[in-house]
């Protein structure tokens, strides 16, 4: 069965949860202070805007997030250095200018170094163009700025008497003239100072507007598609949604607009606009083009496209939410929605595991040799390992959002200030909490369990049933504990985090990172925190597994993945050796694995699969393994060839077999998937068949070729079955 690689996400908003801990053996007080994102990368939070300038793509978004890459593919978190919400960035006059929440203006000449500008107003401002030697920012209650050089701005806010100045979404600038659209507004400027407002009904909302091809395009609320040559007199269009739409841009050859639930449209003129396929239900809020298109959204969603027609996803693509994360036996195990339940052996890669439940678990702990997780109406299963799940029961209906061990004791808390403890974690008795308030984490000191819950709740108790309520400092709720190094940590909404040496004395601190709700906080060589729209952050060193690919290498992620899903084993000791070429028997060793649930094959190998394989061959059992299949077929003259190099042509054939069930895809390839492979090679239908998949496992080229006669690497290897196997972007 293939296991799916998981990140993360989106559900409505549940009010839940608990985090357990285990306590290491050191005793130097350490507080979290410095969070990495873990999942979804590149990160998670919110995407509102992209652009594309000095040869890079920028992205911009929740909590003053800004993302870099050289190609649209590979991104990287970058410092901005604010954490009000950032709302459009745009490239032009050689620089970079970000505006966001509460009059923010950010300018950058790389996209890596922001440096932040006053403003002079309080508004939120929405959209930024430049023409005419000006930059022009819009934003909310009509308020306008310019800057000559994106770095001294002057206020430029429009005063209405009756009604009140309209809110604006976007600016354009085309034919000599700026155009502004937002709430029942369109205005018009040919220097971004004086205003001109244009007639519009008064329901009409629009948020994105672009110039190209001698037309300006606005884009809106339902579906609204609006076209002019001057920016007075606009025409509708027929649009082919109803989805909101939130930005648009012009390539030099096609407007693509992007909104609500993933849609995707192109038009060659403005006129005439067709649904484009999308691989994401995330809203998208951004576009740009840069050679290529990147589109950005909720989420952190990032999409690719080399066309404008065929979009893949650059970033690992939300699921559920998780609530609680646990570690135990070297092995970490996260907890969600739907009845999640991810598994991991070093906090980098997570491997989705089937828990037997479709119930929402909210906890989940490790303690006496087990993994334990609770859930939706009393709903508690137990596991040996993180991977097979049997389910208890809890003698209770009522929600269990948290479980921990103490020395000799399961303690589980719950809605309405529901304590359950038991002996073995399957006969379980209530205690008295003296609240009725949801409790949502609870966790094990050295002698102290330590609830967390509704309203800023903190109960502590010496034995599990006697308990005593403490002061927070706050009222948000708090959704998970944990306990390390003699400090308590708690975590709730908003991304809050408090501190305490004993229970009782709590600090506010802050992730610093995530916009987000976090519902789960675990410990082990560090905290890792987990919550809504799939986040993981943690503040312990990323240590990669092979000394040779770290974290800014290309392969980074899909390398991690095969190794944590048991597909690849490096090379020597510590090294992938991602240079080395892919014979055809190692091959066979990562395909065996891969359609094996990342498994070596079991039993010996008792009849040679091919004349040049003896059964006491290291590769015999794998090659035997995927003989059988039918994904590995050999030569005419019974021979597999080991040690020969495998090229990119015969890798996209062991791929097409492997995800076809061990078959060949049909013979037929009528259109060239490749600018190198006609329709007439004979790998043609095979390179179809892995070009197409929904997520594409091969992406060719920047000149869009194949190579089918090159030879493969290691670390191109990994690619490909990262996305084939995993579904890593």
Known sequence: MKKRFRSLSVLPLILICLVPMISPETSTAFIPTVWQWRDPLPQGNPLSSTAFGNGAF????????????????????????????????????????????AGTILTSPDGAAWTSRISGVVDDLSGVAFGNGNFVAVGSLGAILTSADGVVWANRKLTFNSPPAPSLFGVAFGNNTFVAV?????????????????????????????????????????????????????????????????????????????????????????????????????????????????????????????????????????????????????????????????????????????????????????GNNSFVAVGASGAIITSPDG??????????????????????????????????????????????????????????????????????????????????????????????????????VAVGAFGEMLTSPDGSSWTSQRSGLSVHHLFGLVSGGGFFGVGMEGTILSNAPLTPTYGDILLNHAAFNHVEAISEGGIAKGCLPGLFCPGDLVTRGQMAVFLARALNGGADPTGACAVEPFSDIPVADPFCSHVQFVKALGVARGFPDGTFKPLDSVSRGEMAIFLARALNGGADPAASCTTPPFADIPASNPFCPHISFIKNTTLPVTLGFGDVTFRPADTIIRAEMSLFLGRAFLGIP
């Open 182 to 366: 937002g709430h029942a507004a369109i205005l018009t400027s040919t220097d971004g100072v004086t205003w001109t407002s244009q007639p519009v009904e008064p329901t009409l909302e629009l948020t994105g507007v672009s110039f190209g091809s001698g037309s300006f395009v606005a884009v809106g609320k339902f579906g609204t598609i609006l076209t002019s040559v001057n920016g007075i007199t606009w025409t509708p269009q027929t649009s082919p949604t109803s989805q909101d739409l939130s930005a648009v841009t012009f390539s030099g050859a096609s407007f693509i607009a992007v909104g609500g639930s993933g849609t995707i449209l192109a038009s060659p003129n403005g006129v005439t606009w067709t649904l484009q396929a999308s691989p994401t239900p995330q809203d998208l809020s951004g576009v740009t083009f840069g050679g290529s298109f990147v589109a950005v959204g909720d989420g952190g969603t990032i999409l690719f496209s080399s066309d404008g027609v065929r979009w893949i996803a650059r970033s690992f693509e939300p699921a559920e939410w998780l609530f609680s994360a646990a570690s135990g036996n070297n092995t970490f195990v996260t907890v969600g929605a739907s009845g999640t339940i991810l598994k991991s052996s070093r906090g980098i890669s997570w491997i989705s595991r089937e828990s037997g439940t479709v119930d929402d678990l909210f906890g989940v702990l490790f």
């Open 387 to 488: 991977v097979s799940w049997a389910s208890q029961q809890s003698g209770t209906a009522n929600d269990l959002f948290g479980v921990v061990r103490g020395e000799d004791l399961f303690l589980a808390v719950g809605a309405f200030g529901t304590i359950l403890t038991s002996a073995n974690g399957v006969s379980w008795a209530s205690q008295q909490s003296g609240t009725a308030n949801d409790l949502f984490g609870v966790v094990r000191g050295v002698d102290l369990f330590l609830a967390v819950g509704a309203s800023g709740t903190i109960l502590t108790s010496a034995n599990g049933v006697n308990w005593t309520p403490q002061s927070s400092g706050t009222d948000d709720d708090l959704f998970g504990a944990a306990f390390q190094d003699d400090t308590f």
């Open 58 to 101: 920028v992205a911009v978004g929740s909590g003053g997030m800004v993302l870099t890459s050289p190609n649209g593919i590979i991104w990287t978190l970058q410092t901005s250095g604010v954490t009000e919400d950032l709302s459009e960035v745009v490239f032009s006059n050689g620089i970079l200018v970000a505006v966001g929440k």
